[in-house]
C-alpha cells in the first residue's frame, strides 16, 4: 500500500497531474466509460467513510443555513450569470449556454471528498451537495426551460430513485467498513482514502474526456480560449460565493464558494436533449480542468486562511 500512501500524501498534485494524463489517452476513454458511475459511487463512499458524523449532525441542526445556500447555489447564482451573459450580449446556444447549464446542475458528488483533502468543511459539504442533488429533479427542468428554452426529461420518481440507491448503498458500505476498521485491508483503505479518490477520479476524467484531444488538435486556439474561460468562471464563482457567505464564517464561506464553482456537468450530459450545439459539450470537459487543478493551488492559500481545526 505504499504508492496509495504517496498518493494520499500528494493527492492535489496527482489530481492536477490526472487531468493531463486523461487528455493524453483518448483512445482509454470509450473502454472507461462503464466505469463513470462506480467510480463516482466510490469517491461518495470514501467521503463517507471519513466524514464527521457529529459535525454532519451539527449542520442539519441549523436548516437556515442550509436552505439558504441551496437558494444561492441553484437559483440565483444561475439566473445571476444567465443575467451577465444577456448583459453582454453573448450567444446562448453555443458557450454562453454551456455556462447557464453548468451552474443549473448541483454541486459534484466528489466535492465532500475533495474538500476534506484541501482542508474546508466536508461534512457541509455533503449535506449541501446531498440536498441539492434531491432537488435537482424540481430544479433543473424549470431553470433550464425558463432560462434557455431548453425541455429536458427528468422524471422525479426514476432520478429520487437512482439517487437513493447510490446514496443508500454508499452509506451502508461506509458504516460497514467503520463498524470493521478494526480489520487491516478497511484501515488502510481508511489510512489511505485520499489516494484512492485520487484513482478513482482519474478514472472518471479520462472517460469524460472522449473527444477532446481531436478537438484540441484541429482546433487548439478555441479549444484554449475556453479552457481559460472555464478557469475564470470557476475562481469567480468560487470568490464571489466565499465573498458572499464570509458572515458565516471563513470555513464555511470557502466550502460553499467550492460547491458553486465544482458542478456535476456529467448529469446534465445525460438528461439534455439531443441536437445541443457540440461547444456545450465541449466545455463540460474542458471545465474539468480547474475541477482537477484549481484544489493544489487553493489548498495552500486555505491552510494560511482557515484556522486548524
Not at 2 to 24: E, I
Not at 111 to 135: E, K, N, Q, R, Y
Not at 256 to 282: E, K, S, T, Y
Request: charged share 10%; net charge positive; hydrophobic share 65%.
Amino acid at each position: 500500500m505504499n504508492w496509495l500512501s504517496v498518493l494520499d500524501r500528494h493527492a492535489t498534485k496527482f489530481l492536477a497531474a490526472s487531468v493531463f494524463l486523461a487528455l493524453a489517452l483518448p483512445d482509454l476513454a470509450s473502454i472507461l466509460r462503464p466505469l463513470l458511475v462506480p467510480s463516482v459511487w466510490g469517491i461518495l463512499v470514501l467521503a463517507m467513510l471519513r466524514t464527521d458524523w457529529h459535525v454532519f449532525s451539527g449542520h442539519l441542526k441549523n436548516p437556515h443555513r442550509i436552505v439558504i445556500s441551496l437558494v444561492w447555489l441553484l437559483l440565483l447564482c444561475p439566473l445571476a450569470l444567465w443575467l451577465v451573459i444577456r448583459a453582454l450580449a453573448v450567444d446562448l446556444d453555443g458557450v454562453g449556454g454551456a455556462l447557464v447549464l453548468m451552474v443549473t446542475a448541483p454541486p459534484l458528488m466528489s466535492t465532500p471528498a475533495l474538500a476534506l483533502i484541501i482542508g474546508l468543511d466536508s461534512a457541509l459539504a455533503l449535506v449541501v451537495m446531498l440536498a441539492a442533488m434531491f432537488l435537482a429533479p424540481l430544479i433543473l427542468p424549470v431553470m433550464t426551460l425558463g432560462l434557455l428554452g431548453l425541455e429536458i426529461e427528468l422524471s422525479l420518481w426514476e432520478f429520487a430513485g437512482r439517487l437513493i440507491f447510490v446514496v443508500g448503498s454508499a452509506l451502508l458500505a461506509a458504516l460497514a467498513m467503520r463498524r470493521l476498521k478494526q480489520y487491516s485491508p478497511i484501515a488502510a483503505v481508511t489510512r489511505n482514502a485520499n489516494g484512492l479518490v485520487v484513482i478513482l477520479m482519474l478514472v472518471f476524467a479520462i472517460a469524460v474526456m472522449d473527444g477532446v484531444t481531436a478537438r484540441l488538435l484541429a482546433d487548439p486556439l478555441f479549444v484554449a480560449t475556453l479552457l481559460a474561460l472555464s478557469f475564470v468562471v470557476q475562481v469567480l464563482l468560487q470568490g464571489l460565493t466565499a465573498l458572499g457567505f464570509l458572515w458565516l464564517g471563513r470555513r464555511i464561506a470557502f466550502t460553499l464558494g467550492f460547491l458553486a464553482g465544482n458542478r456535476n456537468m456529467g448529469l446534465l450530459l445525460v438528461v439534455l436533449p439531443a441536437g445541443l450545439h457540440p461547444d456545450i459539450a465541449l466545455y463540460f470537459a474542458l471545465a474539468q480542468f480547474p475541477i482537477y487543478i484549481l484544489p493544489a493551488l487553493l489548498k495552500p492559500l486555505y491552510g494560511r486562511l482557515l484556522p486548524v481545526k
